[in-house]
């Protein structure tokens, strides 16, 4: 089994037969790591959709997910302005 890391952050980007996926890693003491994943359109579909499954189970199950930071500080880096194609903490 590979290792786990927790997510910080994240990147998508959208090309014409790919989307990159970056998801970034960061501990207290400093360490960071980033993780590329390419995959299909057709695959971020698939994707898309069983993610989609699991935060509405995910939600009935725990209730309503509170988005904390995550969105305020996408506005605060881009001065309000939401990049489609990106999208970092």
């Known amino acids: 089994m590979g290792k786990s890391l927790f997510c910080t952050g994240f ?4 090309y014409r037969d790919a989307f990159l996926l970056i998801f970034r890693f960061a501990s207290p ?9 390419t995959i299909t359109p057709e ?4 994707l898309h ?19 904390g930071g995550w969105f305020t500080e996408q506005k605060e880096k881009t001065g309000g302005n939401q990049n489609t194609n990106t999208y970092l903490t």
Do not use: F, W
């Open 29 to 37: 003491d400093g360490y960071t790591e980033s993780v590329y994943i």
């Open 49 to 67: 959709e069983k993610l989609g499954e699991e935060i509405r189970e995910y939600i009935e199950k725990h209730g309503n997910i509170p988005m």
């Open 43 to 46: 695959g971020a579909a698939v």
């Open 11 to 14: 990147e998508v980007s959208s």
